[in-house]
């Protein structure tokens, strides 16, 4: 009995194995890193909300939000430098709305957003858009 449980279990063990490995190969990724980058901004939200409440919550979202639009692999991608540069401002003015919230209330939530807004506007000015051509190759041009 127990050397037909035992090959049953290796014969099992072997077929999983290679289905796996067929299947991989085929899997197509529509939006590769999505995950990766909403983890990042849910993450740090819990993280600032522990820390800082309601304004921590809402500066650790737009710190999660510049840095997962600012990660090697975002660029790396097909992702269209416009829609990074416009998730870059978001997480900005988050940052800077969290900030001047926990400093100065409503009225210092609104000056800290459009400070934020603005600084982080006026640093992706003068950035690089970055497209993929037909042919796969990344280039890099510069926004002037």
Known sequence: MKKFLITFLGLFLIIGISANASFAQTRERKHPGLATNVAIVAG???VGALIGGKNG???????GLLYASSRKGTKRRAYNSNYRRIAKIAGGTLVGAGVGGALGGKKGM????????GATYLYTKNGYKYYRARNGKIYAVPNW
Do not use: C
């Open 110 to 117: 609104l000056i800290g957003s459009l400070i934020g807004a």
């Open 57 to 63: 919550a809402i500066a650790g979202a737009g710190a």
């Open 44 to 46: 740090s939200t819990a």
